[in-house]
């Protein structure tokens, strides 16, 4: 090697092919350490005298990295490879990114390690050493069909148009992000790839008619869009005003934001879309700019002079709330002939579902509803139909869990002022708006779902009876025991005031307890 390198032109031809014909054959030798095949490459390229590089060329095939070769050894072949073309000074094959293939599981790694970082380093040394190239390589179309197949290599393809010193090769590729981004098909696709849309949005040399052909088939597509995606096209076209002339894409954008406006269905979106439409039309450039960037200083001097103006939400503590009352109500068990003190109701058997009771309360007890077969059984039965009624009614309760409901009055009394945690004494509210009932849990029944109020007030005269509505509502609460076990339930409140205040605190608890075993007993010995 030495001999060869130093005595170039005394060498003769047999010993520089012998040397060339060592060097690929430990490069193609599989069972070497990779780092002897790599210095073996660098002899190659070291060797590459005027009269030795005629014998490379003919084996430059060779060079060509192979689906098997460590990964560091296809990065330096290809360097190789490229370093042979330079060299030569002749065009480069069309067919040249097919070496690529060999590095084929790029595509599932999205992090710029590895064969990712291999492959764009090797595309980076193509556009930077052959930028004449690069339409005849095809390698706009390479980065296009890398991001139609793995959307997370774009981080890649943008840093690979910031790094190449060309500008006339960065606009070819942006022209071609930009004419792939436009055409995806199916239109719903387009939302995948905002980020290259916001890129290409902020490049104020480059034709926008891409985006704003993408961002219209998006928004115009059959498909409904959601608020996420309808937010990051308002920021699009938000950086679209401030980036381009306001001349070059007013049609366009005013045709866009009055669709948003008027069709989208999310709220948050057409006023969004609404407010874009009018400074629009309204504002020049300049003005966008200073309402859309302002200054910092500006920004800072407008928290420190602004108010909040969220509403005041007030916890009440020393107890229940005073003006609140939650308590069971008796009269509903009356009316079903029972006046043994207790407050839980049940439908009676052979009651229809538009009974009076279930108009007053909205709840047809469809779980304590037997069927009506099970009437006239009863009726003619004997014993031994008894025990198999039973054992039917036995599995209704293991299939649908049977259910206790207890109503309750929720009333509006006038009391003294309350105390809060962060105000001190407060005036109680006269009227409430959005009441929600929330339980405590019990590891015996299953969750009790929440009451929902939309109002309750106090009375409008001081002597008027506070007997119905607005300040007493009558709620049925429904509970659902796994384990006849008495338990205790705190009833934890919220509701807003006439001023938006909203209101946190704790209504009285409430207890369920049980029957003795025994009385059971008896009760099942009559029946």
């Not at 890129?199 to 498909?223: C, K, N």
């Not at 003619?380 to 139909?385: H, I, L, M, R």
Request: proline share 6%; hydrophobic share 45%; glycine share 4%.
């Amino acid at each position: 090697m030495v001999v060869n390198a130093l005595f170039a032109k005394e060498v003769e031809k047999s010993l520089v092919e012998a040397v060339l014909h060592r060097l690929f054959a430990l490069l193609q030798d599989g069972a070497m350490e990779p780092c002897f095949r790599m210095l073996s490459v660098s002899w190659l390229i070291a060797l590459t005298t005027k009269f030795s590089f005629d014998l490379l060329w003919a084996r430059v095939e060779e060079l060509c990295p192979r689906w098997h070769d460590p990964l560091e050894l296809k990065e330096v072949k290809l360097q190789a490879l490229l370093y042979c073309f330079k060299l030569s000074g002749g065009t480069l094959p069309k067919n040249l990114l097919i070496v690529l293939e060999s590095l084929s599981e790029f595509k599932y790694c999205h992090r710029p390690v590895g064969a990712h970082a291999v492959v764009f380093r090797f595309l980076l040394r193509v556009l930077t050493d052959f930028p004449s190239e690069m339409d005849r390589l095809e390698v706009p179309q390479e980065l296009c069909d890398m991001l139609r197949s793995c959307l997370g290599v774009l981080p890649s393809v943008l840093a690979l148009n910031q790094r190449v010193k060309s500008q006339a090769v960065q606009y070819k590729l942006l022209h071609s992000l930009g004419s792939f981004v436009s055409c995806l098909e199916p239109p719903s696709r387009i939302q995948r790839y905002f980020g290259l849309l916001v890129i290409l949005s902020e490049i104020s040399w480059l034709d926008p008619s891409y985006v704003l052909t993408a961002l219209h088939r998006l928004v115009f597509s059959p498909s409904s869009l959601s608020w996420e995606a309808g937010m990051r096209v308002l920021i699009t076209c938000r950086r679209m005003i401030l980036s381009h002339p306001q001349a070059v894409i007013y049609q366009p954008m005013l045709r866009l934001l009055q669709h948003l406006a008027t069709y989208q269905s999310d709220v948050d979106l057409r006023d969004r879309a609404l407010l874009y439409l009018r400074l629009l039309s309204h504002s020049g450039p300049a003005a966008l700019g200073a309402l859309f960037n302002p200054h910092p200083g500006n920004m800072q001097r407008m928290t420190q002079m602004l108010s909040p103006v969220l509403p005041l939400t007030v916890r009440l503590v020393n107890g229940p709330v005073p003006f609140l009352r939650l308590v069971k109500s008796p009269q509903e068990r009356k009316r079903l002939g029972l006046l043994d003190r207790q407050t839980a109701v049940f439908v009676l058997p052979g009651e229809e579902l538009t009974s009076d009771w279930e108009k007053r309360w909205g709840d047809a007890g469809v779980d304590h509803q037997f069927p009506k077969e099970w009437h006239q059984d009863f009726a003619e039965t004997d014993s031994e139909g008894l025990d198999v009624l039973l054992r039917e009614y036995r599995k209704l309760l293991q299939a649908s869990p049977s259910s206790i409901r207890l109503p309750f009055v929720l009333h509006y009394e006038a009391a003294a002022d309350m105390v809060s945690e962060e105000n001190g004494l407060l005036e109680s509210p006269r009227q409430l708006f959005s009441l929600e009932l929330t339980f405590s849990s019990s590891e015996h029944y299953l969750p009790i779902e929440p009451i929902r109020i939309p109002f309750i007030a106090a009375s409008q005269m001081e002597e008027e009876e506070e007997s119905g509505f607005p300040c007493l509502n009558k709620l049925l609460l429904r509970l659902r025991p796994l384990s006849p076990v008495p338990t205790s339930f705190g009833v934890n409140i919220a509701f807003n005031d006439s001023f938006s205040q909203m209101y946190l605190g704790q209504l009285e608890a409430f207890e369920v307890a049980f029957q003795e075993q025994t009385g059971l007993a008896k009760c099942c010995e009559v029946v």
